[in-house]
């Protein structure tokens, strides 16, 4: 379906029908239209606000509409282009206004206040946006969206010429999972090596963007870039060195246990030592889980799973999928990973990933199936702003769903199958909770030494790798790839310090599940209840609604760690 096609959640008001969104000096023309309206009272200010937001939403999907595409195709070049404009062009343009907005609004509220408890969340996010703003860093903040976008092209061009055929990067992790080791050290080289063809325009790419936002943080006044994007992602509720104690405790708790898991491993291998290519093939040489052929087949399963779960979450991935909002197959030229994007005016998700066939997919869809639901569940809220949940929150739901969803996972697979794939899923959230340390702590050291050469950075690099589980497999001959691991990792580039948010969350989601399994019905309840508040509380609130607790210190993860560890023990 042609996404500019969806239907409107609801008839516009503010903004005129057929108005070109991609038309700066029309987009700007509508803001400035809101610059200038009086406010002569709190009903005033209220409709003011929903005028805002329908404006906003409408903005946001004229932009998502554009990214997707790009994503979607980044061999096109008039779908890039249009893509490139819309950032070039729209943002620069409204942010100052959008500054003036803010302004307006806080003199508007203190004038004729609104109830504290509504418009508590929204009204600190616009304060500390107001304190944050620059118009001269407006040009820079572009330039690093572009470096973005190079990054994605470069990402999306990437593949492979193996066994007489071209693969995709996400195609060739197949390889990975089968039992000849020839084979996987075979694929896991050519990806490998195929990704340092690009490593020097990487770290071009990087370093532009490293520089831009030191730039940017010093303009608004802030002695480093750390303390400047915690604010700019209104984390309101935890500082650096909270997260530090999650890198420790991870250290203390979470490390050993991966290396039980991949000492295990080794053992059942019967190998001397674990190289990269033997972490994800099945340890007593199955063969690889083969959940679905196609597309089709992952969304007719997947759409069973949500039938058997809930009622809702089933009518609302039929909607999806009946919509043409699910892109799920791996092709040439398409942006890798995966992602949900919320299309604002519609309220309607999207969802875009990288299948080939593989258990990983399975869960992927689950993931971001969790935040579509997590989007649906807030829809009828009037306020854009409150449509989106902290990210720390926006986690639980989708990771979460992988943990529900995995009860349902017989619409795949066999009895014994089931319980290698929930065995797996299980040493992949202790993985996953490793890595988003060491990507954590990676990314607080790159900010902390603002001055670091490419060397040091490499260096440092290897040294937190070690630290977070690097030091249970053998990289003997391969440094250098060693040493360029994190280029994989997109947040490091496109949203930096944005991956904590995994962590945290798992731990969320973790709680659901125990909840799940001491009682399903009001777990599920529990957990739906926070997905419906949206952003519109703080992040504890969101948290306590879900009958979970918003805490990733020793005292939450050891007991947590205990209950995976346990399950572990019984499927294995």
């Known amino acids: ?95 100052p206004v959008n500054d003036r907005l803010n302004h307006k609004y806080v003199r508007a509220y203190s004038l004729f206040p609104l109830d504290a408890k509504r418009y508590q969340v929204y009204d600190r996010a616009v304060k500390t946006d107001i304190e944050l703003f620059f118009e001269k860093n407006v040009p820079l903040q572009t330039k690093v969206d572009l470096l973005s976008q190079e990054y994605q092209t470069v990402s999306g061009a990437m593949t492979v010429m193996f066994e007489g055929k071209e693969h995709t990067m996400p195609q060739m992790g197949k390889y990975l999972l089968e039992t000849d080791r020839s084979l996987r050290e075979r694929a896991w080289r050519a990806s490998a090596e195929r990704r340092l063809k690009d490593k020097d325009k990487l770290e071009e790419i990087f ?81 690889p889980l ?24 089933g009518l609302q991935f039929q909607e999806m999928n009946d919509l043409g909002l699910l892109d799920l197959a791996s092709r040439k030229g398409k942006a890798p990973g995966g992602y949900q994007n919320t299309l604002s005016e519609a309220r309607k998700p999207f969802i875009f990933m990288n299948a080939v066939g593989i258990d990983d997919d399975v869960r992927t869809l689950l993931h971001e199936a969790g935040h579509a639901f997590h989007a649906l569940a807030c829809a009828d809220e009037p306020i854009v702003d409150y ?20 009860e349902y996972l017989s619409e795949f697979y066999n009895p014994k199958d089931l319980q290698r794939s929930n065995r797996e899923h299980l040493e992949g959230i202790i993985q996953t909770l490793a890595w ?74 973790l709680q659901v599940w125990l909840n799940a399994r001491r009682d399903p019905k009001k777990a599920l309840s529990n957990y739906k209840q926070g997905l419906s508040l949206g952003g519109s509380r703080p992040v504890g609130e969101l948290y306590s609604a879900a009958g979970i607790s918003f805490d990733f210190s020793e005292g939450i993860i050891k007991p947590l760690i205990e209950a995976v560890t346990q399950e572990w023990e019984k499927l294995s």
């Open 1 to 95: 379906m042609d996404l500019t096609q969806l239907p409107r959640y609801q008839k516009r008001v503010f903004v005129p029908e057929n108005v070109d969104l991609t038309d700066v000096n029309a987009v700007v023309g509508l803001y400035e239209k809101l610059e200038n309206k009086p406010i002569g009272s709190a009903q005033e200010l209220e409709h003011w606000l929903l005028e805002r937001s329908e404006l906003d939403a409408a903005l946001s999907q004229a932009g998502s509409i554009l990214y997707i595409r790009m994503t979607c195709q980044t061999d096109d070049p008039n779908i890039a282009g249009a893509y490139t404009k819309f950032v070039e062009t729209i943002p620069p343009a409204v942010k």
């Open 436 to 509: 988003v340390a060491n990507i954590d702590a990676f990314q607080h050291w790159l900010y902390e030494h603002p001055k670091h050469s490419a060397d040091e950075r490499s260096q440092a690099w290897v040294a937190l790798y070690e630290r977070f589980g690097g030091k249970f497999i053998d990289w003997s001959d391969l440094t250098e790839i060693k040493s360029y691991l994190w280029h994989r990792q997109l947040h490091i580039f496109e949203v930096p310090f944005y991956y904590i948010e995994y962590g945290i969350a798992q731990l969320g989601a």
């Open 387 to 406: 449509r989106h949940a902290p990210m720390e929150f926006c986690e639980v739901a989708s990771m979460a769903m992988e943990l529900l969803g995995g």
């Open 207 to 287: 370093e532009g963007m490293f520089e831009l936002r030191k730039t940017v943080a010093h303009n608004a006044g802030f002695s480093n870039f750390t303390d400047y994007q915690f604010k700019a992602y209104h984390r309101f509720d935890y500082n650096p060195k909270d997260c530090k104690k999650y890198h420790e405790t991870v250290e203390k708790l979470i490390v050993p246990l991966n290396g039980k898991i991949l000492s295990k491993r080794r053992e059942q291998m019967k190998l001397k030592s674990l190289r990269p290519w033997d972490t994800a093939v099945d340890a007593l040489g199955e063969k």
């Open 290 to 313: 083969a959940p679905f052929k196609d597309a089709q087949g992952l969304i007719k399963a997947t759409a069973s799973i949500f039938n058997k779960l809930d009622l809702d979450f």
